[in-house]
Protein backbone atom coordinates (compact mmCIF):
# COMPACT_ATOMS: atom_id res chain seq x y z
CA UNK A 1 0.00 0.00 0.00
CA UNK A 2 1.50 3.12 -1.07
CA UNK A 3 0.52 6.64 0.90
CA UNK A 4 1.30 9.73 -0.45
CA UNK A 5 1.31 12.50 2.37
CA UNK A 6 1.00 16.59 0.77
CA UNK A 7 2.06 19.26 2.53
CA UNK A 8 2.52 23.07 1.50
CA UNK A 9 -1.35 24.66 0.67
CA UNK A 10 -2.35 27.89 2.25
CA UNK A 11 -3.83 31.22 1.11
CA UNK A 12 -1.70 33.40 -0.80
CA UNK A 13 -1.90 36.78 -2.84
CA UNK A 14 -1.57 37.14 -6.68
CA UNK A 15 1.53 37.28 -7.15
CA UNK A 16 3.02 35.05 -4.50
CA UNK A 17 4.34 32.06 -4.14
CA UNK A 18 4.21 28.68 -2.59
CA UNK A 19 5.61 25.39 -2.55
CA UNK A 20 3.70 21.95 -2.31
CA UNK A 21 5.33 18.93 -1.06
CA UNK A 22 4.18 15.49 -1.07
CA UNK A 23 6.26 12.55 0.44
CA UNK A 24 5.75 8.84 -0.52
CA UNK A 25 5.94 5.89 1.11
CA UNK A 26 7.21 3.50 -1.24
CA UNK A 27 10.63 1.80 -1.34
CA UNK A 28 10.71 2.40 -5.18
CA UNK A 29 9.88 6.11 -5.24
CA UNK A 30 12.66 7.31 -7.89
CA UNK A 31 11.10 4.62 -10.73
CA UNK A 32 7.99 5.81 -10.77
CA UNK A 33 6.01 8.59 -12.30
CA UNK A 34 4.67 11.43 -10.32
CA UNK A 35 1.99 13.95 -10.63
CA UNK A 36 0.25 16.91 -9.64
CA UNK A 37 -3.21 17.23 -10.14
CA UNK A 38 -5.89 20.36 -9.05
CA UNK A 39 -9.56 20.48 -8.64
CA UNK A 40 -11.21 23.67 -8.10
CA UNK A 41 -15.40 23.68 -6.35
CA UNK A 42 -17.32 22.42 -9.16
CA UNK A 43 -14.56 21.55 -11.47
CA UNK A 44 -13.35 18.20 -12.53
CA UNK A 45 -9.57 17.08 -11.52
CA UNK A 46 -7.25 18.55 -14.02
CA UNK A 47 -3.55 17.68 -14.78
CA UNK A 48 -1.14 20.32 -13.83
CA UNK A 49 2.38 18.28 -13.75
CA UNK A 50 4.30 15.08 -14.23
CA UNK A 51 7.93 14.05 -13.83
CA UNK A 52 9.03 11.17 -14.92
CA UNK A 53 11.89 8.54 -12.98
CA UNK A 54 14.46 10.43 -15.56
CA UNK A 55 13.27 13.83 -14.43
CA UNK A 56 11.51 14.52 -17.78
CA UNK A 57 8.45 17.22 -17.22
CA UNK A 58 5.21 18.08 -18.09
CA UNK A 59 3.26 21.01 -17.68
CA UNK A 60 -0.22 22.50 -18.26
CA UNK A 61 -0.46 25.10 -20.75
CA UNK A 62 -1.65 27.32 -17.78
CA UNK A 63 1.29 26.69 -15.48
CA UNK A 64 3.76 26.56 -18.06
CA UNK A 65 6.83 29.40 -16.68
CA UNK A 66 4.89 29.49 -13.83
CA UNK A 67 5.28 26.18 -11.92
CA UNK A 68 7.94 23.90 -11.40
CA UNK A 69 7.91 20.10 -10.62
CA UNK A 70 10.90 18.58 -9.48
CA UNK A 71 11.54 15.89 -7.23
CA UNK A 72 14.07 14.61 -4.85
CA UNK A 73 14.34 10.29 -5.06
CA UNK A 74 16.13 10.26 -1.35
CA UNK A 75 13.27 11.89 0.63
CA UNK A 76 10.66 10.40 -1.90
CA UNK A 77 9.40 13.37 -2.35
CA UNK A 78 8.07 15.21 -5.16
CA UNK A 79 7.60 19.27 -5.20
CA UNK A 80 5.55 21.71 -7.11
CA UNK A 81 7.08 25.13 -6.88
CA UNK A 82 4.33 28.21 -7.89
CA UNK A 83 5.08 31.60 -8.76
CA UNK A 84 3.10 34.50 -9.95
CA UNK A 85 0.07 32.87 -8.56
CA UNK A 86 -3.46 34.32 -9.87
CA UNK A 87 -7.08 33.29 -8.44
CA UNK A 88 -7.73 30.95 -11.12
CA UNK A 89 -4.90 28.61 -9.56
CA UNK A 90 -7.19 28.39 -6.05
CA UNK A 91 -7.89 24.81 -5.65
CA UNK A 92 -7.44 21.80 -3.67
CA UNK A 93 -3.94 20.01 -5.00
CA UNK A 94 -3.44 16.55 -5.35
CA UNK A 95 0.03 14.42 -5.36
CA UNK A 96 -0.34 11.23 -7.69
CA UNK A 97 0.88 7.76 -8.94
CA UNK A 98 0.31 5.23 -10.82
CA UNK A 99 1.49 1.13 -9.73
CA UNK A 100 1.14 -1.78 -11.10
CA UNK A 101 -2.00 -0.27 -13.22
CA UNK A 102 -3.15 1.43 -9.72
CA UNK A 103 -4.00 5.26 -9.04
CA UNK A 104 -2.93 6.59 -6.10
CA UNK A 105 -3.77 9.73 -4.62
CA UNK A 106 -2.73 11.88 -1.63
CA UNK A 107 -5.43 13.65 0.63
CA UNK A 108 -4.78 16.96 -1.07
CA UNK A 109 -3.79 20.26 -0.01
CA UNK A 110 -5.74 23.62 -0.39
CA UNK A 111 -4.22 26.34 -2.64
CA UNK A 112 -6.05 29.93 -2.07
CA UNK A 113 -4.85 32.75 -4.04
CA UNK A 114 -7.05 36.18 -3.06
CA UNK A 115 -7.39 38.85 -5.67
Known amino acids: QVQLVESGGGLVQTGGSLRLSCEAS????????MGWYRQAPGKQRDLVAT???????NYADSVKGRFTISRDNAKNTVYLQMNSLEPEDTAVYYC?????????WGQGTQVTVSS
Open 96 to 104: NTIIRGRAY
Open 26 to 33: TAFFSAYV
Open 51 to 57: ISSLKIT
